[in-house]
């Protein structure tokens, strides 16, 4: 969690957009991500946002002049590979930051030879950030479990496991797409409340779940649990997270395994890491209802009481379709904050996951699980918001919505904000709803 | 499913122990597995198991004449990618097996360059057959599905959903390895029934289950359905699974999310794949309990109803650290066929998978789901045959299994057997339990 010169509040860069105090990607910032000209098929690049732009590593490796240090670090980058960088643990990870931020600061000496070395981000396409091996959907929303609990049990929302074990299950992989890419209603069974047989039909509850993505850096070996207080070791960056999921498919088949095509259709990704480093002074007390259990103790330390949790306002955004033929901008339908809302923190996922003897590997994602805050209006999905449907949205133009329609587009957004501090965002975390495939 | 050349049971290979009636690699089977000597460094090579033998593909495509139109296949074998022949579909496949089948044929004019090209299997070590992106495991037998839910819910074993859905969930990639691996037993978390509190120790009901894994060749694009009658084409193979299971973390852990920790420390697979040809003249009705519901459309084929199903004979072998220390052979456990265990053909698992818009990739691995037989003494688990824990399955040597102990070495074996032609088997698929490591 150290603070350094790379987070000076008063640190501008050359790159004038990087100045904007309202930008997600000051030069405090720094998230790592992929890219190539839109519409090319060139390789994936790997790039550092800074205000509008992007600096091509590829190309910065070439044409600056860096640490002797880094010159692993920046083959391996300027190959494409984000995943050897995840790999390589924080010393590489802080020293490049460290070397990116004094060549992208106002006064360098980089400057004349980085400036080469910019793309517009209004002209590039992004991709997935690194090869996502395996991935992992926790449920640490306490508020939203506990309200989704409520819809099936009032009397006891939560189930007795809950304040013990940080309960999580294996998602798909596949299926991770990055934020622009459409998502397609998906085809599947449900059954009503009221029917002896299931129908096939296009998803009639098809939902958004917003949620940080925690990607992995160093693994385990197979075997070999990571201790609490090595845990954030093995941590990479933070991402955006929609786990987009088809309610009433999810209601018919989660007995008795699980969620499982109600949630592999498609799940989108900010393609921007915003890296551990840069999240540092947004560190927050974990924070837990009076009254819960304490942590077992390898779920438990000072350092992940204290400062284990993100401290990041969470926003979701509609943009219906009658509203973008209208020309009306996007509309607010929650905000709250990550670390109200988050029931286990990072570092306690990683010792979780892995106490068993599973292998985490560089680049495999945990989701966080649907982060809502306290208050109703605060919920990080709409089957919050309507109250399981019985109680629709009502938008300002008049629509209203209990699930997603087809041509909606939903967005999450993430800020990092604190007094002494430059405010830091995470970008895009977009996607817009197409209509199911016509079935026969 | 056609019947070809390479099935005739009087083809015999110049490898003279492929020609062993008892053995699991005559040349009818021609299974592909990574392999490198034993204790060596080398980079993974893709070899066939023929008799005793490894037929090296990369020495061989060096060394024999193949015909034209196989080169860009033997160019990827050849650098270790089997990934790219499953990609490849089902034509190249087929060339590949015909080629293969002429070349290692008693007359064959290729057999001087040939054996240059084999390697003893006793020299060398396998590993997982190939780059397992996603790995999905379904809920197919149900015999088990049954037993197990009898354990729970004695009035009503089986769930509604249970003759509509295809019951699945993500499984871990990470931590799927080879026949032979050491397992190790798992820390975590348990409640015993009486107690308000959880604790924290090594797994005590470390179980086994009896599983086919069909590896996927040929993937589709995300949001793109396989139809059920396409569905075969994006299959590569089949091996032995064992879904490594600790039933007392999984009782804990698994509602509402469904199992993680209690699957994810390890599976282990045969590493030799037999692919789909060979398992052509091996194929079997659909075996459904009378008065079953008839599978939805995207479920339902003529092709899939009449000779969807793998008839496999399953068998369950365990070999204690005493029996071991005794010089006493693995007792078997139980057995079984896949066809009278599976309510699902693989085919449907693909459909089902796909119908929401999943994307498979080459390489993506299903387990069947526990293959127990109709009979209690078919049961393809621990927890099956012990009746919970509750009746403690006797061995000859007088000890007792209700679940595995340290030292236990679990072996599944798997061979198909018809009239008219020659019996075929998928080789070893063994863990050895150790300890699990010692807590704090």
């Known amino acids: 969690m150290r603070i350094d010169a790379t987070h000076d509040p008063a640190l501008r860069s050359w790159v004038a957009s990087a100045n904007d105090p309202a930008g997600d990607f000051p030069i405090q910032n720094l998230p790592f991500g992929r890219f190539r000209r839109a519409g090319s098929n060139e390789p994936w690049r790997i790039g550092v946002a800074i205000g509008d732009q992007v600096l091509d590593l590829h190309a910065a490796r070439a044409h600056a002049t860096w640490p002797a240090e880094l010159a692993p670090t920046l083959d391996a980058l300027a190959a494409g590979d984000l995943n050897a960088l995840m790999a390589a643990g924080a010393v590489p990870r802080r020293a490049l930051r460290a070397a990116l931020s004094q060549a992208l600061a106002e006064g360098s000496a980089q400057q004349g030879a980085l400036a080469r070395c910019l793309v517009p981000q209004s002209a590039i396409e992004l991709t ?53 890419a459409p998502v397609r209603r998906p085809l599947g069974q449900t059954r009503a409340a009221d029917a002896q047989r299931p129908t096939f039909a296009p998803c009639q509850r098809l939902d958004y779940e917003v949620e940080l993505g925690f990607l992995v850096g160093p693994g385990n070996a197979l075997g070999e649990p990571v201790g609490i207080e090595a845990a954030e070791d093995h941590l990479f960056g933070v991402t955006l997270f929609n786990d987009w999921s088809a309610r009433d498919v999810q209601a018919w088949e989660y007995q008795p395994l699980g969620p499982f095509l109600s949630k592999n259709f498609a799940s989108t990704i900010s393609p921007w890491v915003v890296t551990m480093e840069a999240l540092a002074p947004f560190r927050a007390p974990l924070q837990r209802p009076a009254g819960s259990a304490q942590p077992l103790p390898y779920l438990d330390s000072q350092a992940t009481r204290e400062q284990g949790s993100l401290a990041v306002r969470l926003e979701a955004w509609l943009q219906t379709g009658a509203m973008r033929a209208a020309g009306e901008a996007p509309v607010r339908l929650s905000q709250a904050r990550a670390d109200e809302a988050a029931f286990w923190t990072p570092a306690q996922l990683v010792a979780h996951h892995t106490v068993g003897g599973c292998n985490l590997q560089p680049g495999d994602l945990f989701g966080s699980g649907t982060l809502s805050g306290p208050g109703p209006e605060q919920a990080g999905s709409l089957l919050e918001l309507s109250r399981g449907g019985k109680e629709p949205v009502r938008l300002p133009n008049g629509e209203t919505r209990s699930f997603l329609a087809d041509g909606d587009t939903l967005m999450l957004r993430g800020v990092c904000e604190r007094d002494g501090f430059r405010r830091i965002g995470f970008g895009d975390c977009a996607g817009t709803i197409v209509a199911a495939p016509a079935t026969a």
Request: charged share 15%; hydrophobic share 30%; net charge negative.
């Open 128 to 180: 997935v950030p690194c090869a996502i091996g395996d991935y992992t959907d926790f449920y640490t929303g306490i508020h939203h479990a506990t309200s989704v609990g409520r819809l099936f049990r009032p009397d006891n929302p939560l189930l007795p496991n809950y304040e013990w074990v940080p309960i999580g299950y294996h998602g798909r992989s596949s299926s991770i797409v990055a934020s622009g």
